[in-house]
């Protein structure tokens, strides 16, 4: 019950600090079930494929910009495979968080009455926070 206390006593630190967990486990699931060389690969790929649309576009070259424009998706396509099965590992344990969450903090938090400005948006705000940090951190594509 301590924890409990703790969790009313301070709402906002609470949300802050349950976020930061919850996206630390998400985060950590990615950099262990993707290949992250291959990711950061597909990125790199990626830059060089738009710097070379660029430069199509400028020459009008409508042929090289199709071929260019076909690879792109296919990259696009393998990044997004690549993200669905740490999403599936994830998201059970994330709606159980926000039902749990959303039982606790039933009011919005600092009395605000816009949903971004309840508990659900300072989740938000922290998780978004929080996964560009750990992912620097981490060398994730």
């Excluded at 070259?61 to 071929?67: I, L, T």
């Excluded at 749990?100 to 659900?120: D, E, F, H």
């Amino acid at each position: 019950m301590v924890i409990m206390d703790y969790i009313t006593a301070y709402p906002k630190l609470s949300i802050i600090v349950i976020s930061l967990i919850a996206t630390l486990f998400s985060t950590l699931v990615t950099k262990w079930i993707t290949n992250q060389e291959h990711l950061m690969s597909l990125k790199k790929r990626q830059k060089e494929i738009q710097k070379e649309l660029k430069e199509c576009a400028k020459k009008n070259d409508e042929c090289k910009m199709k071929e260019l424009q076909s690879e792109m998706m296919s990259i696009t396509g393998v990044m997004f495979k690549s993200s669905f099965k740490p999403m599936f590992i994830t998201l059970v344990p994330l709606l159980i968080l926000i039902y749990w969450l959303r039982q606790i903090y039933s009011a919005p938090v600092g009395g605000g009455a816009a949903l971004l400005s309840g508990w659900i948006g300072w989740y938000i705000g922290a998780s978004i926070i929080s996964s560009m940090i750990l992912r620097k951190v981490l060398k994730m594509a």
